[in-house]
């Protein structure tokens, strides 16, 4: 079974300090997603990659980088968190194949 | 990915057929049609897809007009466990040396009462 791996369940970050999300995928995949998950608005993808080094834009980038050093490590990064970034993420992995598995998510509050 | 639109929530009684619609006009020729289940707090996960015509498997069966411009999720006799949100995808996601940039919409929340 593929096992996408989200390195935290729950996390309290303090407004302006520098966030880390890990995702971690065993299946050897090529596409790599963020998405951020709030109430009322559905999934809504932050960046994605299609491979080693290389990232794109989602529809809401803006506070948010990404990095991808290894094919099956992608990470989401909030370079000064905000009260506004207290969502819950959602990591996704998908190969050659049609269906994208994701992790169990991370819930970050940021107060 | 074409632009996907389905009712924002649905209720149902136990043991019945559900039928959940989903618009995508600006379907392209190469899109094939997603549908993913998600549970509270859980990630979504892969129910179901298809290009035309009919898909069964043991979860659901999606029905494909012939124009293709909108699809239907039809979960047989549903449970008190199917509550959850599903998500309707329109797009090519194979890996055909592109990248694929896979967006959902918002979902219809099903809600299946005893």
């Known amino acids: 079974d593929v096992k996408v791996t989200q390195s935290s369940r729950y996390l309290v970050k303090r407004t302006g300090e520098k966030v880390f999300l890990e995702c971690v995928q065993d299946m050897d995949h090529e596409n790599m997603f963020w998405y951020r998950q709030d109430p009322g608005l559905g999934l809504r993808l932050i960046y994605f990659s299609y491979d080693v080094k290389m990232k794109e834009k989602g529809d809401i980038p803006e506070g948010y980088s990404v990095s991808r050093e290894k094919k099956e490590r992608f990470s989401l990064i909030l370079e000064s968190a905000s009260t506004n970034q207290t969502s819950m993420y959602l990591c996704?992995?998908?190969?050659?194949?049609?269906?994208?598995?994701f992790g169990q998510g991370t819930r970050l509050t940021v107060v | 990915l074409a632009k996907t639109t389905q009712p924002i929530s649905m209720d149902s009684y136990e043991g019945q057929e559900v039928n959940i619609t989903c618009s995508h006009n600006n379907i392209a020729t190469n899109d094939y049609i997603t549908w993913y289940q998600q549970f509270p707090s859980q990630g979504p996960r892969f129910i179901i897809q298809g290009y035309k015509t009919k898909v069964t498997n043991e979860v659901a069966s999606l029905f494909i007009p012939a124009d293709r411009k909108s699809s239907t999720l039809s979960l047989p006799r549903v449970s008190l466990s199917d509550t959850a949100v599903y998500y309707c995808l329109v797009g090519d996601m194979r890996n055909s040396g592109g990248y694929q940039k896979v967006t959902f919409g918002t979902g219809t929340k099903l809600q299946v009462i005893p």
């Open positions: 996704a992995s998908m190969g050659s194949g049609t269906e994208a598995f």
